[in-house]
């Protein structure tokens, strides 16, 4: 049996991914289908389980939730206490920024972050 070539693995790789998509939103529309008998109108938000030959089903309803970063911050001081308690704050790296820096302000920042590689990203396209 001849080693696969580069051009094999992408064909491969193209024909699963197919599958995959299709797969995933059939996995979607059944999802949606459940979520919709188990939907109890009554509540937004939390988790309603149910027990059926063998299996317990559980659904959790969520409700997304974003802040305006931009008006938080500037009005942050005239918050009580209480509310300021309702908001997280992540920390983040800004990539461009920590390129920037070198010497010191390198080394300060490098104390701050672990790192790790991460898998990588492939992509396919059709020329």
Known sequence: ???????????????AKREEDVAIQAR???DAQI???LKDPSK???SISQK??????TVTYKVDRKVTADKLT???AKLSAAAQAAFKWTPG??????RKLTGKDATVAAAYITSKEAS??????AI
């Open 1 to 15: 049996m001849k080693p696969m070539t580069l051009q094999d693995l992408i064909n491969i790789r193209i024909a």
């Open 28 to 30: 979607r529309d059944v």
């Open 35 to 37: 979520a919709a008998l």
């Open 44 to 46: 937004l938000e939390g």
């Open 52 to 57: 059926l030959d063998g299996f317990k089903i």
């Open 74 to 76: 500037a009005d942050w």
């Open 93 to 98: 790296v800004s990539v461009s920024e920590l």
């Open 120 to 125: 990588p990203s492939i992509t396919i396209e």
